[in-house]
């Protein structure tokens, strides 16, 4: 008998090939950026615990409230922190860059205690929790979308530096007006900087899926969708938040 194949099932061979692939695809960009999404809600809530219980233990009005240099080491170490991650990446390993991680969020909760001196406690509830409903929309329509963010992405950075030069302006001038507009424009650049850093954390998965440098990148995408909800919740909060 010759040796042949019947067209037909090789038609259904060939479908079935790219409809495994296709859902082995999808599998492993759902499980990397659920990896992605649990980073940085873990990380977010880590820092809320830590901010919570440094000020409601009395350190933080004495540390900010009194001066002295530990002030300006809680201050700039979130700092330190990010540019330890950004410029060294490539050379630390997932462990370290974990370790690095968990850090800058404990940093970044003793830093932020002074929200709790500053503001309400239903300030702080009703900001964060406008956030997370805001985080949430905007980082599904990242996701989901089918337009190519990098332009408004170019855009909000140019608008970011911008933003910190006249947040640096307003350190001297004390402008009321100038930090309304300054609060406001903030909330909407990073508002953008959630969609658009999600459509780039799910693009970076083409680019990293079984490679070294995967874990990594789940921990630098987590540290930039982190950042966009933080400053966010900071920006709603100087808008809306009560002072006591």
């Not at 820092?47 to 933080?60: C, K, M």
């Not at 979308?145 to 640096?168: D, E, P, Q, W, Y």
């Amino acid at each position: 008998m010759a040796n042949w194949s019947d067209p037909r099932t090789a038609a259904v061979d060939r479908a079935t090939g790219v409809g495994a692939r296709s859902a082995a695809y999808d599998a492993g960009l759902r499980s990397y950026m659920l990896s992605v999404y649990n980073y940085m809600a873990s990380a977010v809530l880590l820092t809320g615990i830590v901010a919570l219980g440094f000020a409601a233990s009395g350190y933080a009005a004495q540390v900010f409230l009194g001066g002295g240099i530990l002030k300006w080491i809680i201050t700039l170490a979130p700092l330190g922190f990010v540019f330890a991650m950004s410029f060294g990446q490539a050379r630390m390993s997932t462990a370290t860059l974990q370790g690095l991680f968990w850090g800058y969020a404990v940093a970044m909760g003793l830093s932020l205690s002074t929200i709790f001196l500053a503001y309400s406690e239903i300030a702080i509830a009703q900001a964060f929790f406008a956030t997370a409903a805001g985080f949430g929309a905007l980082s599904l329509y990242g996701y989901t979308t089918k337009r190519n963010l990098s332009a408004l992405g170019s855009f909000l950075i140019v608008g970011l530096v911008g933003l910190i030069v006249a947040s640096l302006i307003n350190v001297f001038v004390q402008s009321g007006p100038l930090g309304l507009v300054i609060s406001f424009a903030g909330v909407l650049i990073f508002a953008g900087l959630t969609a658009y850093d999600t459509q780039r954390t799910k693009a970076l998965y083409d680019q990293v899926a079984g490679t070294e440098w995967e874990g990594r990148t789940i921990i630098m995408s987590a540290l930039n969708l982190y950042l966009d909800f933080i400053n966010m919740f900071l920006f709603i909060l100087r808008l809306f938040g009560s002072r006591d």
